[in-house]
């Protein structure tokens, strides 16, 4: 008798009726369980690669400077439909460009310190899924453009997209001058949204684009200099590698931040009379 209660206190617990530790599952539904947690935790990684990949915060800084230049126009465009046409298919185009160049710069981005922990050179994600992922967003992103806001609008991000990765992307291994063409690149997207609103191109359109890419010189330039030796491993020919310990690159800093200030006083010269699309 004694017995008996010492293996119902080892064996069973108050609340249930089957053995404590043990298990009465069959090994396939075991392993068909183990299976499925697995699966899950692989798919919520994947997504959270492939969207890692899209550099989300950068990406969304071309959004947001898009609906600025669409915002500026005056009078106001009110069509919901072109508005908010703009901001997807921009937001789309900008993480496919951010996914490709991931793609192209996978080996140099292995070497460098910054961007080693990045999800191609960690392998979270493939190459071949990168590629895929990067073009897919990016020919959905010109559909929206194409047909919810204009033709000037869907051009102007098909140029920015072929300046950012078939220029600037393969420059950077060869010429300083590269990070100039890639400010183009990042300008573009205010004068997309400007041309969204207004139908076509204007005077403050393109001051709005000048504005954008004075700004972001000196920028690069503080962050070439910080990462000078890491670009310098990643093979890419950055302004701070000039052997006159960065004086070249404070005078570019000091020439495109007086740019910036002409050009922010432009608009008060620049015609504000648009044509209204």
Not at 44 to 62: D, G, H, Q, V
Not at 108 to 131: C, F, I, N, Q, Y
Not at 193 to 198: I, K, L, P, R, S
């Amino acid at each position: 008798m004694a017995l008996q209660v010492l293996k119902k206190m080892m064996f069973f617990s108050p609340s249930q009726s089957e053995p404590r530790g043990m298990n009465f599952n069959g090994p396939k539904e075991c392993a068909a369980k183990a299976e499925a947690a697995t699966f899950d935790g692989a798919v919520r990684l994947n997504f959270s690669a492939l969207f890692e990949l899209t550099k989300p915060r950068l990406s969304m800084l071309s959004v947001f400077t898009a609906a600025l230049g669409y915002l500026a126009h005056y009078p106001l465009n009110k069509d919901a439909l072109t508005f908010w046409s703009l901001m997807l298919g921009t937001s789309l185009a900008a993480g496919g460009a951010a996914a490709l160049n991931q793609w192209m710069e996978r080996r140099e981005d292995a070497r460098m310190p910054r961007t080693a922990g990045r999800p191609l050179p960690s392998r979270t994600v493939e190459p071949g899924t990168a590629l895929g992922f990067g073009l897919g967003i990016s020919v959905a992103g010109l559909l929206v453009l194409w047909f919810g806001t204009n033709a000037w609008a869907t051009g102007l991000t098909l140029a920015t997209l072929v300046t950012y990765l078939a220029i600037y992307t393969p420059l950077k291994k060869y010429t300083a001058y590269a990070t100039e063409v890639g400010a183009v690149a990042g300008a573009l997207p205010p004068l997309i949204g400007w041309v969204a609103a207004a139908g076509e191109p204007t005077a403050f359109g393109w001051v709005l684009f000048g504005i954008l890419f004075a700004w972001q010189l000196p920028h690069f330039m503080a962050i070439a200099w910080t990462y000078r030796e890491d670009y310098r491993r990643g093979g890419f020919v950055m302004p701070s590698h000039a052997a006159d310990g960065g004086k070249s690159s404070a005078r570019k800093s000091l020439a495109y931040a007086i740019l910036l200030t002409l050009l922010v006083l432009a608009p008060f010269f620049a015609p504000l009379e648009q044509p209204t699309p």
